[in-house]
């Protein structure tokens, strides 16, 4: 039987989140380079109806596996399937997100099934020894670059680094639904709690200004927010270090686990960089970072680069500004 590259797909109220098409584009790219098949695994309840429109939109075969518990245990779900319920899709990878749901049960699974397993990919490049997966490390300071020798591989992807190539005119994959017998739990789910209240600031704002770690007190916000004042239509974020510490409610936090935005200008003070930030405001029209390290990682995604002390440049840009609109 020919090995598959199998993509477990991300849903949420019936729609398959954005990050499936792009987990679909990874598959594509390693598909490119070893000639594999690709196939869509999707678990949920009544899921045979988003399976359908997967298998229409993506011309892919899915294997849709209906679930019994609650709607939003998916991943409890998938960690009590049968191992060798995975075993009989021949994966040789399989691509799971790189979100708190994904990287709930990605790593348990991997081990599960005796694979190498390749967190937080970014890119996929063919190396003379074989596929090249690229990931940061050392909070994205450095890529590093892992080539798999097992036979099977698990990788979490980085949402936002590949980009959807669904084709526009396809015939429909093959839908198979597979009803599965599950393993008991030792854990039982009681539903989500969400901890973001309605619509945000950030969403309408047309420039975010962004506190990050670097900011060092509660006290500097007050220069994010003079900042923030100079710009009509703007609204301050932060990255989650500091809503964690409770300088912003985390109806301010950008990133995978926080709000995806993308204003005219994105202003990073004291932010580092890192993937899961990046993943949030890489779409913003001009990018400015504040960080008094050259080598930060914001650097490589910000259209002006400023190496300062946020502490000594904000309050001097913000004169600077008045100074000449007086
Ligand atoms: C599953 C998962 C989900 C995550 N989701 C998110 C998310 O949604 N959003 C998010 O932001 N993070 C998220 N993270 C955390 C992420 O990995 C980083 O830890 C976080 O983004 C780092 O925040 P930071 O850049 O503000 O802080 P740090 O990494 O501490 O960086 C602070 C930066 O400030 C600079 N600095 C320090 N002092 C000054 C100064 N005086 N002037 C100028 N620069 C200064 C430093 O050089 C440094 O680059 C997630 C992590 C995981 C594992």
Known sequence: MKERIIVIAEHAGGRAAPVTGELVACAQVIQNHLGLDIQILVAGQGIEVLADKLARQTGLDVVAIPMDEPAGDETGFYKRLPKSLFADLHPAYICIAHTPRGLDFAGGLAARLDAAFIPGVEKVVQHEKGVCFTRGVFNDKLM???????????????????????????????????????????????????????????????????????????????????????????????????????????????????????????????????????????????????????????????????????????????????????
């Not at 093959?174 to 619509?199: E, L, N």
């Open 144 to 326: 590093s670059e892992v080539i798999s020798n097992a036979s099977v591989t698990v990788l979490t992807v980085q949402p936002g680094r590949f980009k959807p190539n669904l084709p526009t005119a396809v015939l429909p994959g093959r839908v198979r639904v597979q009803k599965a017998v599950t393993v008991p739990a030792g854990s039982r789910f009681m539903g989500y709690q969400s901890k973001q209240s309605g619509p945000s600031a950030l969403d309408a704002a047309e420039v975010i200004v962004s506190a990050g770690n670097g900011i060092g007190n509660k006290e500097n916000l007050d220069l994010i927010y003079r900042l923030a004042e100079i710009f009509p239509k703007s609204a301050v974020a932060g990255s989650r270090p500091v809503c964690d510490k409770k300088w912003l409610t985390y109806k301010h936090q950008v990133g995978t686990t926080g709000r995806r935005v993308a204003p005219r200008l994105y202003i990073a003070c004291g932010i580092s960089g890192a993937s899961q930030h990046i993943a949030g405001m890489r779409d913003s029209g001009f990018i400015v970072a504040i960080n008094r390290d050259p080598r930060a990682a914001i650097f490589n995604f910000a259209d002006a680069c400023v190496v300062e002390d946020l502490t000594s440049f904000i309050p001097l840009l913000i004169e600077t500004y008045q100074n000449e609109n007086r």
